[in-house]
């Protein structure tokens, strides 16, 4: 497994060795030593999550003010464009983000640490993404930061196109007016 920096040191890009012939693929998504070697994180991933969404959908940014979660994301079928977002206020790079391609094609995954916000927009017909958090899902503390939050300047591959939101994402604050992280 290869482990690469980001723009924001602390969110890494995970490529796993893949081992192809006429029958397929093997490839290990995941190996709890090999990820603390490799970071040296100690964290302890608590719960796995699986999502379906077509084409258009964007999902976030998301994030829990209390019980964080870290997530290491990835896709099993089709495109995304993976955000993380830094909200950790003294943070040097408080209010930034990063910004990845992950596919089936690529299985890359993307770990994003406690004190982000994470979002996501489908960019294939549909898209199955996968991801381990660090903590349970606490609904009482899940925040959202508006997706197209002018002062992010986030630069969604949208094209043309509008996304498809839920209502809770349409509602999503900005950054200025969100509860962020003070550590």
């Not at 596919?103 to 489908?122: C, M, T």
């Amino acid at each position: 497994m290869q482990v690469k920096t980001t723009p924001i040191l602390e969110v890494l890009i995970f490529e796993s060795q893949v081992f192809g012939d006429s029958r397929g693929f093997f490839m290990e998504s995941f190996n709890q030593k090999t990820f603390q070697d490799k970071t040296n994180l100690t964290y302890t991933f608590v719960q796995d999550n699986h999502s379906l969404s077509k084409q258009g959908v964007l999902r976030g940014i998301h994030y829990q003010i209390i019980q964080p979660q870290g997530k290491l994301v990835r896709v099993t079928a089709g495109e995304v464009f993976d955000v993380a977002v830094d909200l950790r206020r003294y943070s040097p790079t408080f209010g930034q983000w990063v910004g990845e391609r992950l596919s089936a094609e690529n299985r890359k995954q993307l770990w994003i640490p406690p004190g982000f916000g994470h979002g996501f927009l489908v960019l294939s017909d549909q898209a199955e993404f996968l991801y381990k958090t660090t903590d349970y899902y606490a609904p009482e503390h899940e925040r959202t930061v508006l997706w197209n939050d002018p002062t992010l300047k986030i630069d969604w591959p949208l094209g043309a196109h509008e996304p498809i939101l839920s209502v809770k994402d349409r509602a999503g604050r900005l950054l200025q007016d969100a509860e962020v992280y003070l550590l």
